[in-house]
């Protein structure tokens, strides 16, 4: 089993940035590929950025390319997810996922956390 806990999430005007963090405990966390994933009111979650296991490769949804970071330090079993450059439209809770395998559908995940809220005022 993993657990998945996320941070950070917050109001935040457009224009400012937050930073998401996701502390990971139980198995050998470092093994896992990690992602971020986002739900706005009525909407489906949709995948927002995963990193590999080494943190060496990264992907990035394309309505978030060049505006979030995703990065990974295995020595703290800790995920982060820095948001720049926020709009209206990132408002959603932001979750973590977690698996052995590369995804970019939530149904290839097996391991999530609670979310957190992220809102931008406009």
């Known amino acids: 089993q993993v657990q998945l806990v996320e941070s950070g999430g917050g109001l935040v005007q457009a224009g400012g940035s937050l930073r998401l963090s996701c502390a990971a405990s139980g198995r050998t966390v470092s093994r896992y590929v990690m992602a971020w994933f986002r739900q706005a009111p009525g909407k489906e979650r949709e995948f927002v950025a995963r990193?590999?296991?080494?943190?060496?490769?990264?992907y990035y949804a394309d309505s978030v390319k060049g505006r979030f970071t995703i990065s990974r330090d295995n020595a703290k079993n800790t995920v982060s997810l820095q948001m720049n450059s926020l709009k209206p439209e990132d408002t959603a809770v932001y979750y973590c996922a977690a698996d052995l395998v590369y995804g970019l559908g939530s149904s290839d995940y097996n391991y999530w956390g609670q979310g957190t809220q992220v809102t931008v005022s406009s």
């Open positions: 990193i590999s296991w080494s943190g060496g490769t990264t």
